[in-house]
């Protein structure tokens, strides 16, 4: 159903959000998504993933590690980040594994869909805006200190088996909706893959779709 085709007064569908947070392109989809949900009246729905696993299926490998089309690669997403006015700083390490900051976010977002938010926000700054190392659990426990989430719980959480089946079964459910790499929106049951498809997203949010 497109928003033009919404009963009036019925709630907005939100925009599924997929990101990988060793992704520079998904890091500058975060920037901007929310800021053109609100312009339409719109939620964001952040579903972190894994973009390993998913190359396991889809045969894809790490955009950086190509030859040729890797040094393109960093060229683009430094070039893309000063268009768009955000900052970025690459980690020493890239790709880098993101299981610890996935789980935590599944984990929080039980519990507190929007302070989640404000952890996978908090993370990507401390990746790519100050090319910081989130990639063991000690650095996402104390990030996610540093915006009030409680590390005892947290620490503990991480290592339930129940948190790593929630991170296991989202990325699942993420690959059957079809998604395929970092960043990736579902729009009114329409995919779009990357941060180059934020204008096609706005224009499918004004117009109801096309």
């Given at each position: 159903?497109?928003?033009?085709?919404?009963?009036?007064?019925?709630?907005?569908?939100?925009?599924?959000?997929?990101?990988?947070?060793?992704?520079p392109?998904?890091?500058?989809?975060?920037q901007?998504?929310?800021?053109?949900?609100?312009?339409?009246d719109r939620?964001?729905d952040?579903?972190?993933?894994?973009?390993?696993?998913?190359?396991?299926?889809t045969?894809?490998?790490?955009?950086?590690?190509?030859?040729?089309?890797?040094p393109?690669?960093?060229?683009?997403?430094e070039?893309?980040?000063?268009?768009?006015?955000?900052?970025i700083?690459?980690?020493e390490?890239?790709?880098?594994?993101?299981?610890?900051?996935?789980?935590?976010?599944?984990?929080?977002?039980d519990?507190?869909?929007?302070?989640?938010?404000?952890?996978?926000?908090?993370l990507?700054?401390e990746?790519?805006?100050k090319?910081?190392?989130?990639?063991?659990?000690?650095?996402?426990?104390?990030?996610?200190?540093?915006?009030?989430?409680?590390?005892?719980?947290?620490?503990?959480?991480?290592?339930?088996?129940?948190?790593?089946e929630?991170?296991k079964?989202?990325?699942?459910?993420?690959?059957?909706?079809?998604?395929?790499g970092?960043?990736?929106?579902?729009?009114?049951?329409?995919?779009?893959?990357?941060?180059?498809?934020?204008?096609?997203i706005?224009?499918?949010?004004?117009?109801?779709?096309?």
């Amino acid at each position: 159903m497109t928003e033009a085709d919404a009963p009036e007064g019925e709630p907005k569908a939100p925009i599924d959000f997929y990101f990988d947070f060793s992704s520079p392109y998904g890091y500058l989809a975060a920037q901007k998504i929310d800021e053109m949900a609100d312009l339409y009246d719109r939620e964001v729905d952040w579903k972190p993933i894994l973009l390993g696993v998913i190359f396991k299926t889809t045969g894809a490998q790490p955009l950086l590690d190509i030859p040729i089309k890797g040094p393109y690669a960093r060229r683009d997403m430094e070039r893309m980040a000063r268009m768009m006015g955000v900052p970025i700083t690459m980690p020493e390490v890239m790709p880098f594994p993101s299981i610890p900051a996935a789980r935590a976010v599944y984990w929080v977002k039980d519990r507190d869909p929007e302070q989640a938010v404000v952890l996978i926000k908090a993370l990507y700054d401390e990746a790519f805006g100050k090319g910081g190392d989130i990639r063991d659990a000690e650095a996402v426990v104390r990030i996610a200190g540093s915006v009030g989430i409680d590390n005892a719980a947290l620490t503990a959480a991480l290592g339930e088996a129940a948190v790593k089946e929630r991170l296991k079964t989202e990325i699942e459910a993420a690959m059957h909706a079809g998604v395929c790499g970092s960043p990736f929106f579902i729009v009114d049951g329409e995919p779009f893959w990357g941060v180059d498809r934020l204008d096609h997203i706005e224009r499918w949010l004004a117009t109801g779709g096309w």
